[in-house]
């Protein structure tokens, strides 16, 4: 397991003083970041292989959202590697090694030149040994989009939203998605799959659709087709 420790800061809260998912998510990304990074298969090392690990999806499953000042830890476990496609657990506990939070993703390892799925090298699989996935409910990759929703006013990619490998931040998709939640929604669960790649210009419009106990936004192009749905459990 792989894991540093942080503080909840103030910049990372709501209204209520507890960490927003997005602050949340962002942990789990960094984590798996630093992971990359110490083990010397990185951003600059993927960059010079041509090589980018994408994102298919996450499903975060918040338990308590701590609140400003506490003392939290970070971590992560890749768990499985099937051919291209790479499969990591992210955890976020308290001072007490209690669970604040859980999550899982699936990632493929792409080159940007030829456009195809790789398998991990020597290196990488030395990087991020594989360890036992941790309890949890595992929801599948697909989110269906229910009918009946409506679509809201297009957003513009700008250069804000972009990532160091040039296109839209798996994050950004979710804080798009977040905006159309009322402002006291309880989120019992967050997932997002991620569907094609938006790039600086595109336009990106938003469908939103209420059904049962959960709200999916499938952020799409001008023809309908998602570049990534999201659904809150709530």
Not at 27 to 38: A, G, I, P, V
Not at 51 to 74: D, F, H, S, Y
Not at 189 to 218: C, H, M, W
């Amino acid at each position: 397991m792989y894991q540093f420790d942080s503080r909840i800061r103030y910049s990372e809260t709501d209204s209520e003083g507890r960490l927003t998912m997005m602050a949340l998510l962002n942990y789990f990304q960094d984590c798996s970041t630093f992971q990359s990074e110490d083990a010397g298969v990185g951003v600059r090392y993927c960059l010079d292989r041509d090589l980018v690990w994408v994102l298919n999806a996450w499903q975060i499953v918040p338990i308590r959202l701590p609140k400003l000042g506490e003392k939290v830890t970070i971590a992560t476990i890749p768990y499985e590697f099937q051919k291209f496609m790479g499969y990591r657990n992210f955890m976020m506990f308290d001072e007490e090694g209690n669970f604040l939070a859980k999550a899982n993703s699936i990632w493929s390892l792409i080159n940007v030149k030829t456009g195809r799925f790789e398998t991990p090298d020597e290196a990488m699989m030395k990087g991020y040994p594989i360890e036992e996935r941790i309890p949890m409910e595992y929801a599948g990759r697909k989110i269906s989009v229910p009918t009946g929703g409506e679509a809201k006013d297009a957003i513009t990619v700008l250069p804000h939203h972009l990532d160091a490998n040039h296109h839209v931040n798996n994050g950004q998709y979710v804080a798009m998605a977040l905006e159309f939640l009322p402002g006291d929604t309880q989120i019992r669960q967050l997932r997002a799959e991620y569907r094609k790649q938006a790039f600086l210009g595109n336009t990106i419009v938003p469908y939103v659709a209420k059904e049962d106990s959960r709200i999916v936004v499938a952020l799409q192009d001008a023809d309908g087709k998602p570049y990534a749905v999201v659904e809150f459990e709530i």
